[in-house]
């Protein structure tokens, strides 16, 4: 079974480095990137066309929910919020 490469985006250190040790559990998985907002989640996305985003919905300048919009290829999401 070849993994599944996903991003964490998340605007809060401390949430990032949580999940990312969360998913160390998860072997079919592999984080291959973080972001703390959706201009970089956005090149990373773009870059290197995960199959998955676990995405916080609420940052600032630009949520979520606005990163999706811009983006032309949508990988599997994974909504995370306080």
């Known amino acids: 079974m070849s993994k599944w490469q996903v991003i964490i985006v998340d605007d809060e250190r401390l949430a990032r480095e949580e999940l990312r040790r969360s998913l160390v ?6 984080v291959v990137a973080e972001a703390e907002n959706a201009d970089e989640a956005q090149e990373q996305i773009i870059r290197l066309q995960p199959q ?3 995405l916080d919905v609420q940052m600032p300048e ?3 929910f606005d990163l999706l919009e811009s983006l032309e290829q949508v990988p599997e999401i994974i909504f995370i919020t306080a």
Not at 25 to 30: F, N, S
């Open 25 to 30: 559990a998860y072997p079919e998985l592999e």
């Open 52 to 54: 998955a985003v676990f």
């Open 62 to 64: 630009r949520s979520g």
